[in-house]
């Protein structure tokens, strides 16, 4: 079992950047796929984006592909997601979850899930 736990969210400004991370620790951590979801007050949890085991395949929602990048340095264990241009409606609880090797954009694919960090743009 791989436990997350996030960390970087926070105020920003519409139009500021932001970077999250995600620290796994557990026996399957480094063979884990990693992804971002959110979820804003009153809607569902929704993708952001995912990256596979390797760092090789990488994969984002359409409202957030060429703002946001995801990487991992599986050295340290840890997955990144650096948001730029950021928007209001960014705004929402922002949760990393592993699930083995391949990616998914599917939240119920993925079984280990962190506490979530606050993000917050005002406009």
């Known amino acids: 079992q791989v436990q997350l736990v996030e960390s970087g969210g926070g105020l920003v400004q519409a139009g500021g950047s932001l970077r999250l991370s995600c620290a796994a620790s557990?026996?399957?951590?480094?063979?884990?796929?990693m992804g971002w979801f959110r979820q804003a007050p009153g809607k569902e949890r929704e993708f952001v984006a995912a990256?596979?085991?390797?760092?090789?395949?990488?994969y984002y929602a359409g409202s957030v592909k060429d703002r946001f990048t995801i990487s991992r340095d599986n050295a340290k264990n840890t997955v990144f997601l650096q948001m730029n241009s950021l928007k209001p409606e960014d705004t929402a609880v922002y949760y990393c979850?592993?699930?083995?090797?391949?990616?998914?954009?599917?939240?119920?694919?993925?079984?280990?899930w962190g506490q979530g960090t606050q993000v917050t743009v005002s406009s």
């Open positions: 979850a592993a699930r083995p090797y391949d990616t998914s954009r599917s939240s119920g694919s993925y079984d280990a």
């Open positions: 990256i596979n085991w390797s760092g090789s395949t990488t």
């Open positions: 557990g026996r399957t951590a480094s063979t884990s796929a």
